[in-house]
């Protein structure tokens, strides 16, 4: 049994089980998969491992985490190939990973945003980065927190808008970073206004 190449001395196995369930959050998992090949490799054996002659996954293990250890994973031996493949057991290869799948939760969908395929729901949900806002609620947020017309619509012009059937959408970090306002401030004040998408 190999050590934790992060806790010298600790079975691999119950490092990345202690990291991932109780004290690394998204961000750091991630780091921590990025340092090199064996340290992402071990961890994708502790999401996905055989037992009894079957394939067990551990479920809640963040999108965001398989992703990247999928990706940095690419190259490993192929007797881990078949374990890479059951980070994503839901999908049929590669191919439906990479066209069909939504980049904040996972799901199946059909629906491409600015070429990045993101299903409604992650647009409609403001704790995600994934959310967008219509061209008319972002001109009245941005007018509830004090900015005048004049200076609302050179920003609106500089956002980079999306056609979508809920109407001309953008993401709320496009229109936070062109408008140099936090996005706590302006999620905080579309709360309050009540305002539409």
């Not at 881990?80 to 999908?91: K, N």
Request: aromatic share 8%.
């Amino acid at each position: 049994m190999s050590e934790c190449p992060c806790m010298p001395g600790m079975p691999f196995e119950l490092a990345y089980e202690l990291l991932l369930s109780h004290w690394l959050n998204k961000r750091d998992a991630v780091a921590l998969a990025s340092t090199s090949k064996t340290v992402a490799t071990q961890m994708m054996q502790s999401c996905v491992w055989f037992r009894k002659g079957k394939l067990r996954y551990r479920i809640r293990v963040p999108w965001v985490i398989r992703i990247n250890l999928w990706l940095r994973t690419a190259t490993c031996e192929p007797h881990d190939q078949v374990l890479r493949r059951g980070l994503f057991h839901t999908l049929n290869g590669a191919a439906m990973l990479k066209t069909r799948t939504c980049r904040a939760c996972g799901c199946h969908t059909q629906r491409k945003v600015h070429g990045v395929t993101l299903c409604e729901g992650c647009t409609r949900e403001p704790r995600k980065r994934s959310f967008m806002i219509s061209r008319v609620a972002c001109q009245l947020v941005l007018m509830h927190m004090g900015y005048t017309a004049r200076e609302v619509l050179p920003w609106m012009a500089r956002v980079r808008w999306a056609h979508t059937r809920d109407g001309t959408m953008a993401f709320v970090t496009d229109v936070c970073r062109v408008t140099s306002v936090s996005g706590r401030r302006f999620l905080l004040c579309h709360r309050r206004i009540g305002s539409p998408r």
